[in-house]
Nanobody, 122 residues
Framework: QVQVAESGGGLVQTGGSLRLSCAASGDIFRINTMGWYRQAPGTQRELVAD???????SYTESVKGRFTISRDNAKNTVYLQMNRLKPEDSAVYYCNANIKAYGDYGEGYEYWGQGTQVTVSP
């Protein structure tokens, strides 16, 4: 069984910083893409950033230059360093990982964390 779990959300003032972490655990053979999504009330979930196993990274335009995604393959963990936070960054942030577990027939399946709230006050 595979699980992913986030940590690190909270309340911060505009201009502040937070670091999110997400660890995958279980019977993991390989983790492919890892990424962060967010969803604010009344909006659709959107991709914030993702990172391939080979280190290729992409960001949504609104966070470029402020957020940094990284991963530690040895620890099955992905991080999101968020700097210069704005009120519009407030949302529930979800970790996503494409994971192939031992015994899986496919190349990988999508796993989601439970979400962590990030609130940026004006």
């Amino acid at each position: 069984q595979v699980q992913v779990a986030e940590s690190g959300g909270g309340l911060v003032q505009t201009g502040g910083s937070l670091r999110l972490s997400c660890a995958a655990s279980g019977d993991i053979f390989r983790i492919n893409t890892m990424g962060w999504y967010r969803q604010a009330p009344g909006t659709q979930r959107e991709l914030v950033a993702d990172i391939l196993r080979n280190g290729v990274i992409s960001y949504t335009e609104s966070v470029k230059g402020r957020f940094t995604i990284s991963r530690d393959n040895a620890k099955n963990t992905v991080y999101l360093q968020m700097n210069r936070l704005k009120p519009e960054d407030s949302a529930v942030y979800y970790c996503n990982a494409n994971i192939k577990a031992y015994g899986d027939y496919g190349e990988g399946y999508e796993y989601w964390g439970q979400g962590t709230q990030v609130t940026v006050s004006p």
